[in-house]
């Protein structure tokens, strides 16, 4: 079992800041790609980014490449998403996300393919 708590969302305006934590617990982490998804009503889950705990490989959708980073302190156990140049657009609930066995080179975009999930964190970005 692993347990995630999200932390970091919050309203801000178009072209601020904002970085979002998860936490995790529960289990070793050597093999884990921990993802980042956002949810706003009405629409399917989305892949925003994610990121092998073990070399720091990071995946990004297009839609964030170069404004978000994705990135992790192994001896906090906690990864985190970096927002730049924050847009109304990126206005949606942010879910992290871990996959808990990852095949060497492989990219995990769907969400389907994650194990566990934390409880997700409000960003709102006003333009």
């Known amino acids: 079992q692993v347990q995630l708590v999200e932390s970091g969302g919050g309203l801000v305006q178009a072209g601020d800041s904002l970085r979002l934590s998860c936490a995790a617990s529960?289990?070793?982490?050597?093999?884990?790609?921990m993802g980042w998804f956002r949810q706003v009503p009405g629409k399917e889950r989305e892949f925003v980014a994610a990121?092998?705990?073990?070399?720091?490989?990071?995946y990004y959708a297009d839609s964030v490449k170069g404004r978000f980073t994705v990135s992790r302190d192994t001896a906090k156990n906690t990864v985190y998403l970096q927002m730049n140049s924050l847009k109304p657009e990126d206005t949606a609930v942010y879910y992290c996300?871990?996959?808990?066995?990852?095949?060497?080179?492989?990219?995990?975009?769907?969400?389907?393919?994650?194990?566990?999930w934390g409880q997700g964190t409000q960003v709102t970005v006003s333009s």
């Open positions: 996300a871990v996959r808990i066995t990852s095949n060497a080179g492989k990219a995990y975009y769907a969400s389907g393919d994650y194990n566990y």
């Open positions: 529960g289990r070793t982490f050597s093999r884990y790609t």
């Open positions: 990121i092998r705990w073990s070399g720091g490989t990071t």
